[in-house]
């Protein structure tokens, strides 16, 4: 390239740098606050949190706009018939900066990621909170009649009448209004104890293109190889194949798998849920056998 | 009533249950509610903690769908049309322009989008900058939505494009303005 090129080239790499250090520090700063906001936010499913969050993202998003539109502007507008020693000294320059802008957007992915990761539910947590407080509202229950004590032997996250053992009273149980983020809870907190049940099946696309990669590999090198090589390449190939028809037919499985343990997991948090949990679960393993 | 999940639960039919949501988010108070309704607190509670469930079971979106359409049509509903929260005089102009001007639809909610994106509760922006709470807002939302869907199902695909490109352009236009008065973008001085 051309010293004119070489200039171009130069400013524009500056200008990522720049754009880079600028997105870090801000990434940097954002975390520590998010960080700690969340543990400290006591509105409604973190809402001052969340907001936050959403103009970190937004900041972050414009940072790689102007890196974009800039690229756009500065380099692809350019016209290859200007004065280079050559158009393709030009479209070299071109090359470079796009894969200098991929480099950056590889860091803009990795800011997005620590942002996100700046959400760090404590489910168990919450959960332990819901039935502590649970304890305290059924144990003060009287019957508003005879003033007597009234036992409760179950959970209950809804508003409830229980009959009066002693005076008949019917009476209202209200459980509190912790105890009523039970239901929404308890499936959060059942995904979270699954999750490496999730995992394992989510795996399993990457796993298949990882093996149909060898596959491919091994295919496209036999006609390369003296017939010895090659049969013994084409016994690799069939291995291959069986494990990724296997892997393949164990998806299905693999995913009821997790949606059982979820599903459990979820009717042990909330058993007066369990009927209605159970027709949510059927319908899960229907769709996936609907749209696989 | 050939699907069985669209029943109603202890007497609350999804009718009654969609327009007790709108209202809800209106800003209306649950015991004014259950008042109107003729029904207890408990049964509101276990019948709505219900109709979520058979909206999670329901394969075919029917009950979704169907809440969504009464959702829109709370203000109608027999015996809660006539609870409503306070609204201004412009809050009230605004409103009727929300329901009859799809561009002043579009913007409102592009702007909303915006405002949540630099960090503000665009709920509230609405209701401070417009008088439009977010029941009302959703409810005309919802009527939109079935206008959009008419429209898709006529093949009429380049009006549903352009009104979402106008809510985009929109939303730009105000992410721009809710930038500076932030005092802009954090790589604004950042220069080529």
């Known amino acids: 390239m051309n010293a004119a090129l070489t200039d171009i080239q130069n400013r524009f790499f500056a200008f990522l740098s720049k754009l ?53 502007e500065k380099i692809n507008e350019l016209d290859d018939d200007g004065p280079w020693e050559s158009k393709a000294s ?33 489910y168990e947590t919450e959960y332990q909170e819901i039935l502590s407080a649970y304890e305290a509202v059924k144990n003060q229950f009287r019957c508003s009649q005879c003033g007597g004590p009234i036992v409760i032997n179950q959970l209950y996250f809804t508003s409830t009448y229980i009959t009066c053992p002693a005076c008949q009273t019917q009476n209202t149980f209200n459980p509190g209004s912790r105890a009523k983020q039970l239901e929404g809870l308890g499936r959060s907190l059942a995904e979270q104890r699954t999750a490496h ?70 009717n042990k948090i909330n058993p007066a849920m369990q009927a209605e949990h159970d027709r949510f679960r059927q319908r899960m393993i229907d769709d996936m056998y609907k749209y696989k | 009533m050939s699907n069985p999940l669209l029943e109603p639960v202890h007497g609350v039919s999804l009718y009654d249950y969609a327009a007790i949501t709108a209202k809800l988010s209106a800003g209306i108070d649950i015991i004014d509610l259950c008042k109107a ?12 903690a219900i109709w979520v469930s058979r909206m999670q079971e329901d394969g075919t979106f029917e009950v ?42 579009e913007e409102l909610s592009g702007a909303r989008t ?36 008419a429209e898709m199902a006529k093949g009429n695909h380049e009006s549903t494009m352009h009104f979402a490109h106008y809510q985009q352009q929109k939303a730009e236009e105000y992410g721009q303005k809710f930038a500076a008065a932030q005092g802009g973008n954090v790589a604004d001085d950042v220069e080529f």
């Not at chain 1, 006591?42 to 969340?50: A, L, R």
């Not at chain 2, 207890?40 to 709505?48: C, F, K, L």
Request: aromatic share 10%; with cysteine; net charge negative.
């Open chain 1, 20 to 72: 880079e250090e600028r997105m870090n520090s801000f990434t940097n700063e954002s975390v520590a606050t998010l960080s700690t906001l969340y543990h400290e936010d006591e509105s409604d499913h973190h809402q001052g949190y969340h907001r936050l969050k959403s103009a970190v993202l937004t900041q972050l998003a414009s940072i790689q706009k102007k890196a974009d539109d800039t690229l756009q």
């Open chain 1, 90 to 122: 030009f479209y070299t320059l071109r090359s470079n900066c796009s894969d200098r802008l991929q480099q950056f957007q590889e860091r803009y992915q990795a800011c997005q990621k620590m942002i996100e990761a700046t959400e760090q539910p404590d």
């Open chain 1, 197 to 266: 049940l999730r995992q394992a099946y989510e795996a399993i696309p990457s796993q298949l293109q990882k093996i149909y990669n060898q596959i491919h590999a091994l295919r496209l090198s036999l006609h390369q190889q003296n017939k010895t090589v090659a049969a013994d390449t084409e016994n690799q190939i069939a291995q291959l194949q069986r494990e990724y028809d296997q892997l393949n037919e164990s998806s299905p499985g693999l995913y009821e798998k997790y949606v059982h343990a979820m599903f459990d997991e979820w």
């Open chain 2, 37 to 48: 309704m003729g029904i207890e607190p408990a049964v509101y509670e276990e019948a709505s």
């Open chain 2, 64 to 105: 979704t769908m169907k809440f969504g359409e009464y959702f829109g049509e709370a203000e109608n509903h027999p015996k809660l049309k006539n609870l409503q929260v306070a609204r201004s005089a412009e809050g009230e102009a605004n409103l009727e322009k929300l329901a009859t001007d799809r561009y002043f639809y």
């Open chain 2, 114 to 149: 915006a405002a949540y994106q630099y960090g503000l509760d665009g709920a509230q922006w609405i209701l401070d900058n417009f008088g439009i709470n977010l029941g009302d807002f959703q409810s005309v939302a919802m009527k939109w939505m079935e206008v959009q869907n």
